[in-house]
């Protein structure tokens, strides 16, 4: 071992990173006349990044997150319409590998 240790993010964390809570870079499902998103995974360098230098926290696939010791999905998906698609958005999550849910680790730093 390394002696670092990593863990889920928290729903917390999120929130708190987040530079717009809606964000025009959002990847969700919008189908608006000749306006098509959410229709493909895009990269994750996409937009701008936040406090802590990750782009993408919302939309595109939902993540991971502990909420209070429960595994929760948030921040919506590409799947999820663009009006319920927000850093808020959390919904309980099984757990189980799915195409539109993904993870993000964090390192816990010693002060």
């Known amino acids: 071992m390394n002696g670092l240790s990593f863990s889920l993010i928290s729903v ?6 987040v530079v717009k809570l809606e964000s025009p870079d959002r990847n969700c499902f ?12 895009q990269k994750t360098t996409n937009g701008k990044p936040n406090s802590y230098g990750l782009a993408s926290t919302v939309g595109n696939v939902q993540e991971w ?5 429960l595994l929760v999905a948030a921040g919506g998906s590409r799947q ?11 919904t309980a ?14 390192r816990e730093l010693q002060r």
């Open 12 to 17: 917390l964390i999120l929130y708190s990173g």
């Open 30 to 41: 919008l189908k608006y006349g000749g306006i098509e998103k959410g229709t493909e995974l």
């Open 65 to 69: 997150a502990y909420d209070n010791n």
């Open 80 to 90: 999820t319409p663009m009006n319920d698609c927000r850093v808020t958005t959390v």
């Open 93 to 106: 999550h099984s757990g189980q590998a799915d195409e539109f849910t993904g993870f993000r680790l964090v």
